[in-house]
């Protein structure tokens, strides 16, 4: 048969070809998604808060990480969400300390006026030629999007129930495999979990 492979390697060797191109179309898409971010602002402790991730879109970030967070802690302790989590988007009921339910129904009315009187100016966001976002120097149109938020953990469950905390508030879910400090091997985390590969597959 004219144009078939001469033997099975030549065989195989074409379709390993192709299940890579599907592979890095459908990774693609992901990309493209987002908007393609060619400056991205890598996770830092104590230091990508949302403040920070701000100042550096002001700057030509167009993907920024928040900081690592400790699975456990943020699945478990809500003083650590409340501290530590933080978004431009609408913030879920479980990362406040605590608030009465008359509080909650009244933030839930003044948010709902708010969108009502913001309605329509999504959009307006300066795009350079490079297709990168700017700042206009309106901050009432400052964005975080997009955003990927880092976890450190050990344990596959807890970093599964804690990326299912925010999965509607990010973009992506990053588990930090690079960490190589010592209070990364105390906690049993990061570049530490490379010598593991069972449990990272």
């Not at 030549?10 to 070809?17: I, P, Q, T």
């Not at 993907?63 to 690592?68: F, R, V």
């Not at 588990?175 to 490379?194: D, S």
Request: glycine share 8%; aromatic share 8%; charged share 35%.
């Amino acid at each position: 048969m004219a144009g078939a492979p001469a033997n099975w390697r030549e065989c195989k060797a074409a379709k390993d070809r192709q299940r890579k191109k599907k592979k890095k179309r459908q990774d693609g898409r992901f990309w493209d998604s987002i908007g393609r971010p060619r400056f991205v602002m890598a996770p830092m402790v104590d230091a990508s808060e949302l403040a920070f991730r701000l100042l550096g879109r002001r700057y030509g970030v167009d993907l920024a990480y928040t900081p690592m967070l400790h699975s456990r802690l943020f699945l478990d302790d809500s003083k650590y969400r409340a501290l530590h989590w933080q978004t431009l988007r609408s913030s879920p009921s479980w990362t406040q300390a605590s608030c009465s339910e008359e509080e909650d129904v009244q933030e839930e009315e003044e948010g709902e006026e708010e969108e009502d009187e913001r309605e329509g100016e999504e959009g307006e966001r300066e795009v350079s030629e490079g297709g990168r976002s700017q700042w206009t120097g309106d901050e009432s149109q400052e964005f975080d999007e997009p955003v990927f938020v880092q976890f450190c953990g050990d344990s596959p469950a807890t970093l599964l129930a804690a990326a299912q905390l925010v999965e509607d508030e990010v973009e992506a879910v990053d588990v930090n495999f690079g960490c190589p400090q010592g209070i990364a091997r105390r906690g049993h985390y990061g570049a530490f979990l490379l010598n593991e590969p069972e449990l990272l597959v």
